[in-house]
């Protein structure tokens, strides 16, 4: 085992939101030395995948006339293919071409006038990698906001480790990654946001992540009807509760960011068969009913 110092907490501002660290460091860690290394991966990732900042490598992409290329970084590589991964695996409900419509619902950023945005629901299932080359193949918004926080998080996490970290809890706006647990043998107890007033799930959260999409944070009333920034698939059943959001636990934090977009893009019906039928740990939760577990996450929730 090795020695850890008492509990350190940091928190600070990241891609909107804020973020935070609860960690044990071990002799010779200073709480000094730990933001300047998170905050080195956080401008990394906000250069690359950030549709907010104009000169990011994803904006500019945006901005290619079709059928020129770009050569994407590492990272940016991973975030991609995980991405067409969950596309894939729920049918286009977590769709990374769907920029330019996230903007018409009013929640995109003004980086690309929407005059100039158009979209192609269909364009995720041709869109491939050629060696380290990315096309822009048709006059779609490519749009990785669905995992890059999740990748953030996890790049959290392997910063700590890299610093000899390896008992902690770090997030941001509300997505997780944990390591060991503390040293006195006690878990890292997280609750679950619970988007109506019901008793919140809480879990256990020791080398596991956990991410959670819904319209419950960013959402507009529009004619009586709530408006979220998340694009429903179009077989998504609108029958089968009011469904507020998805919490997902995934060893890795994008994989969760990117499977609880897609599954509450599925809506519930569809969303808790393909969290059974994929083994994914899920937890629906409504503002009409109790919220609803998949059969892999029941046995993970105290």
Not at 9 to 34: K, N, Q
Not at 35 to 43: H, M, Q, V
Request: glycine share 10%; hydrophobic share 45%.
């Amino acid at each position: 085992l090795v020695a850890a110092g008492p509990l350190l907490r940091l928190s600070g501002t990241t891609m909107g939101t804020d973020w935070s660290v609860s960690a044990h460091a071990p002799p010779g860690v200073g709480a000094d030395a730990i933001p300047s290394a998170l905050e080195s991966g956080f401008a990394r990732i906000i250069s690359e995948m950030s549709t907010w900042e104009p000169d990011s490598l994803i904006s500019r992409f945006n901005r290619l006339p079709i059928g020129d290329s770009l050569v994407l970084p590492d990272d940016f590589r991973q975030v991609l293919d995980i991405t067409l991964q969950v596309a894939s695996a729920t049918d286009g409900a977590l769709n990374p071409c769907l920029g330019a419509d996230v903007s018409r619902l009013g929640f995109g950023s003004p980086t690309i006038p929407l005059a100039d945005q158009a979209t192609d629901r269909d364009a995720w299932q041709t869109l491939a990698l050629a060696g380290p080359l990315l096309t822009r193949h048709a006059p779609f918004q490519l749009d990785l906001s669905a995992i890059a926080k999740g990748h953030a998080v996890d790049g959290m996490g392997d910063a700590l480790r890299a610093m000899g970290i390896t008992s902690f809890l770090a997030e941001i706006g509300g997505e997780f990654t944990a390591g060991h647990a503390k040293p006195d043998g006690l878990p890292w107890w997280v609750d679950f946001e619970s988007p109506a007033a019901a008793p919140a799930w809480r879990v256990a959260l020791c080398d596991l992540s956990l991410a959670t999409s819904g319209d419950y944070r960013k959402l507009r009333i529009e004619n009586g009807q709530r408006v979220s920034h998340i694009v429903r698939h179009p077989g998504a059943g609108r029958d089968d509760g009011d469904l507020a959001s998805v919490s997902v636990l995934h060893a890795s934090c994008a994989f969760a960011d990117a499977w609880a977009t897609g599954l509450y893009a599925s809506g519930a019906s569809q969303g808790l068969d393909l969290a059974n039928r994929h083994g994914i740990a899920a937890l629906f939760q409504f503002r009409d009913q109790p919220a609803q577990p998949s059969i892999a996450i029941e046995s993970m929730l105290a």
